[in-house]
């Protein structure tokens, strides 16, 4: 059973390596050209035959639903991140240009999380689309309550419409990915701050 084990664990390592570089070769080919990119393409990226993407993910709806939860984990990694400032106000500061940073060097793939031009099994990627939104929602409600429970962010806001904002902000730099040449990451995050900082009272 010993040599058996070891002889098979070549072939596991060599099945690892292959997924690590389809889904390397899969998130580059889908940022440039989004869901239409090719199989074909992305395995000649990735060095491999059709065959070994076929039997790794199924096929092409399998491979999308691997990178759409790649996607999900880095964009929950933004968050984590935010979540670890002292301040309330600089982890909402943080998540607004880390993500900003991100939709503009990952755009096309928010197609892919949001489940859209899927093509067999829409319904359950859309459905799955849905869980992640809410989870990234709550997410984000959780940054903007901490700010107003400490008195960072103004007492009045709304944190539904804030949410919306937000999010509406994000999906629109996606789409064009031409915030940062007239505005810069960092100008965003200090004017969306300002609409939402609470005054300080004058000393």
């Known amino acids: 059973m010993g040599v058996s084990n070891r002889s098979a664990e070549p072939g596991r390592s060599d099945a690892r390596a292959n997924r690590r570089r389809v889904l390397e070769a899969a998130r580059s080919a889908l940022r440039e050209q989004g869901p ?24 092409k709806e399998g491979l999308l639903a691997a990178v759409a939860e790649q996607v999900k984990n880095d964009v929950l990694d ?12 600089e982890g909402l500061r943080r998540f607004l240009v880390d993500a900003i940073g991100y939709v503009e060097a990952h755009g096309p793939l928010f197609d892919i999380l949001a489940g859209h031009s ?3 099994g829409r ?6 689309a849905q869980e992640h939104h809410l989870e990234f929602s709550a997410r984000l409600r959780t940054l903007i309550e901490r700010g107003i429970a400490a008195g960072d962010l103004r007492a009045d806001l709304n944190v539904d419409v804030v949410e919306h904002l937000i999010f509406s902000s994000l999906v629109s730099i996606a789409h064009s990915r ?21 005054p300080r009272e004058p000393t």
């Open 78 to 89: 933004l968050f984590s991140a935010a979540e670890m400032q002292a301040q309330p106000a």
């Open 36 to 59: 239409d990119a090719e199989v074909r393409e992305i395995a000649q990226r990735a060095g491999v035959g059709l065959a070994t993407i076929y039997r790794g993910f199924g096929n």
């Open 118 to 120: 899927w093509g067999e």
């Open 178 to 198: 031409e915030l940062t040449p007239r505005v810069g990451a960092q100008e965003f995050a200090r004017s969306m701050l300002s609409l939402l900082t609470a």
């Open 123 to 128: 319904e359950v990627h859309l459905r799955a």
